[in-house]
């Protein structure tokens, strides 16, 4: 009754099958790893010392950013020059935008800095002139995966979408660093904006979107089982009626 698996159409569907199963294990086993990882990631900085408490360090210490200095209070000396709104961000459910104002360092680079979220329609506070010092936890530059950004332009002049190195490169004329830092203590108008976690260290849909992916890999597996068992049964059932003439 089973003969028809040695066939070649048969011979073909069994080695999909024994190719299918242990690839669909094996990205099954692949997404739980990264799940576990993002968990993993997520007691580190849990246990970690809140970057607030730590002492601030010179900015081009505390570079490149990662997961260790994300959020760390870093310094920076220099001379506010031009100012942007970043439009679209959310604070306290509230719909506003970002302040942003390069810092002109003593290095000769331009560091962005937001010194705050501002409700719609209020105008952005002008910064002080002069020599300053600022500090403020350090960011990672944004992506167009970074929640509020816009990445569609037709801005109007004088505003931005993302705050990024690769976002300012043209339209400010010095070399610009690839991070920023956000004020924990704003001007008179304006709210401080907190610090977001260190990409892949919180435990958010993107990580438990992982998750899913391990699941629907093993049922995946488990369909092409169903799937293969559903077939011998059928074409053994339409031999053994064929045999007995119906």
């Not at 680079?109 to 952005?124: C, E, I, M, N, Q």
């Not at 506070?125 to 936890?137: D, F, K, L, N, R």
Request: aromatic share 10%; net charge negative.
């Amino acid at each position: 009754m089973y003969r028809f698996l040695r066939t070649p159409r048969w011979w073909g569907i069994n080695v999909f099958v024994l190719l299918a199963i242990p690839f669909c294990v094996f990205m099954g086993t692949w997404q739980m790893g990264k799940f576990e990882d993002r968990v993993d990631s997520h007691q580190e900085a849990e246990q970690r010392p809140a970057a607030s408490t730590l002492k601030a360090e010179p900015l081009d210490a505390l570079l490149p950013v990662d997961k260790e200095t994300s959020g760390r209070s870093a310094e920076a000396r220099g001379r506010f020059g031009d100012q942007f709104l970043v439009p679209g961000r959310e604070l306290d459910g509230r719909t506003g935008s970002y302040v942003l104002t390069m810092l002109r360092t003593d290095a000769g680079r331009s560091l962005p800095v937001v010194r705050g979220w501002l409700p719609t329609g209020a105008k952005a506070p002008v910064p002080p002139s002069g020599e300053v010092t600022v500090v403020g936890a350090l960011q990672a530059s944004e992506n167009p995966g970074t929640k509020g950004v816009r990445t569609a332009g037709g801005l109007p002049e004088g505003q931005l979408g993302m705050i990024s190195a690769a976002a300012l490169v043209n339209v400010v004329t010095d070399d610009v660093y690839d991070a920023w830092i956000t004020l924990a203590d704003s001007p008179a108008g304006l709210s401080p904006v907190p610090a977001a976690a260190a990409a892949g260290t919180s435990l958010d849909a993107k990580a438990f979107q992982n998750l899913g992916y391990t699941a629907e890999w093993f049922v995946f597996a488990g369909f092409v089982i169903f799937m293969w068992f559903r077939l011998v049964r059928r074409e053994a059932e339409a031999n053994r009626d064929e045999a007995l003439g119906l």
